[in-house]
């Protein structure tokens, strides 16, 4: 499973950020990583600080959006640590390490970690299925960039060193562009029908994207609900 998860940083601004996270993720048998519009990246100072982690930053995948670092995958969780409006259903390190243990070994898991100063805004969050925190102090909850990949990574370690793997699922879940494709479309057609108006949109389609995050759509569940928003729109026309 350890090559089906996706360590995903976005924006980070210190290129030493990335080394450090290269050698946590390396320390655990992890190398899959992704960065998102780095503000200073490929650099040295990013090799120096990964050890001898060098391969895992060589080998990173630099995209220009979150959503395009998400293609494929279908558990997503996005760190952070503070409460959000609206936010996904909010986990704990160990309850989703548990999640992603119960998976099939092919499952593409992404957890995704945002800027030094500012964390994931709340657009990215939404993107994700998950709110995870890593538990702190009260009053002290900010955490080094590297230091927050290091125990997640640490942790999923440990579980896999003994956790029994789930029988495989019979369902294909639904993967994040998947589920983005439905929103756009259902949004579409919310706005054709007056059910969303533009201009006073409220909270509709963050509403909307809970539900679905909750309901944990499969691949034939969504080609269901496109196939039905399709037939609305022909009788539209």
């Known amino acids: 499973m350890k090559n089906n998860i996706r360590i995903i940083l976005v924006n980070p601004s210190h290129p030493g950020n990335i080394g450090a996270a290269a050698r946590a993720m390396k320390n655990m048998g992890l190398s899959c990583l992704y960065l998102v519009q780095p503000e200073k990246f490929p650099h040295p100072e990013a090799v120096y600080r990964a050890s001898r982690a060098d391969d895992v930053v060589r080998n990173a995948r630099v995209v220009a959006t979150l959503d395009d670092a998400l293609v494929g995958c279908t558990h997503v969780f996005g760190t952070s640590a503070r409460d959000r409006e609206m936010s996904a259903e909010v986990l704990d390190v160990r309850e989703m390490v548990t999640m992603i243990m119960q998976q099939p070994q ?87 029908v007056d059910f969303l108006k533009p201009d006073k949109p409220r909270k509709m389609m963050p509403r909307f994207r809970q539900i679905f995050n909750r309901a944990r759509l499969d691949k034939e569940d969504v080609n269901l609900i496109r196939g039905l928003l399709a037939k609305i729109y022909r009788k539209l026309k």
Do not use: W
Request: aromatic share 8%; hydrophobic share 35%.
């Open 106 to 192: 092919k499952t593409k898991i992404a957890i995704v970690f945002g800027r030094e100063k500012h964390g994931l805004y709340n657009d990215e969050l939404r993107r994700c299925q998950y709110q995870v925190k890593i538990p702190t102090v009260a009053d002290y909850s900010s955490l080094n960039l590297g230091a927050a990949v290091q125990v997640i990574a640490y942790e999923l370690y440990v579980a896999q060193g003994g956790a029994r793997q789930a029988d495989q699922p019979k369902i294909d879940p639904a993967t994040a562009d998947e589920m983005e494709g439905l929103y756009q479309h259902l949004e579409k057609i919310a706005t054709q």
